[in-house]
């Protein structure tokens, strides 16, 4: 990025002077601790394993096994009163992990009177039903009418879909302290849209509930060799 072009010479002319001055990157520094700190296993994260799936010739071409990789432990720590959230929801941690909007939606979704939804879906059918008759029966005395029946569909599609729109912000307002705190809830459990262990540090757990908390933690883990 600097624009300065150096070649192999210069490198190792570099390096002999100061072998600390090169510094090994993201896809080689596991043959060099490899090649370094023999290993047997490694354990590492999703990012780290994705690089590892890569690596095999690497380390085949510099002579080296490469180590066992094991996916580390990792968890997602649920506490009561986003426990009551989720359970008042009926909803999975894995549900959270959408952007909110979707969630909202969703949510929404499920909070529509049935006879609502079955007015809708019988409208729809209607609208498709009688749309097709209308288009065949137009054929006779023009084809080209045909499109004006289709189009007719469309716009009718389009008018019911701008009212479930309006029908699904109505039912979010309707429940919109619910909404928030389902959105606190994912705040807590995927910060800025990441795991929590990712983010959160671990000290809120501790102060809050001591020490019993790891062993509590430690026992909850499966670990398998």
Do not use: W
Not at 15 to 29: G, T
């Amino acid at each position: 990025t600097s624009g300065v072009h150096v070649t192999l010479r210069d490198v190792r002319e570099r390096q002999a002077e100061d072998h600390l001055v090169l510094s090994p990157n993201v896809l080689s520094r596991p043959v060099v601790e490899s090649s370094v700190f023999p290993t047997l296993s490694y354990v590492g994260g999703p990012g780290e394993i994705a690089y590892f799936a890569q690596l095999g010739e690497y380390f085949r071409a510099h002579g080296l096994e490469m180590p066992i990789v094991h996916p580390r432990c990792s968890v997602t720590l649920v506490e009561r009163k986003i426990r009551k959230v989720l359970d008042k929801f009926e909803l999975s941690l894995e549900f959270l992990q959408k952007p909110f909007h979707e969630v909202a939606s969703e949510v929404a979704r499920e909070g529509v009177p049935q006879e609502v939804g079955q007015a809708i879906q019988g409208f729809r059918e209607s609208v498709a039903k009688c749309a097709e008759e209308l288009g065949q029966a137009v054929n006779s005395i023009d084809p080209t009418l045909n499109a004006g029946a289709t189009q007719v569909r469309s716009q009718a599609f389009s008018a019911l879909e701008e009212l479930e729109r309006k029908i699904l912000q109505a039912i979010k307002r309707e429940n919109q302290i619910e909404l928030n705190q389902l959105e606190k809830a994912q705040l807590h459990l995927y910060p800025d849209g990441k795991p929590a262990e990712r983010v959160q540090n671990p000290f809120y757990f501790l102060t809050r509930y001591g020490g019993a908390f790891l062993d509590e933690l430690y026992n909850s883990f499966e670990v398998s060799i």
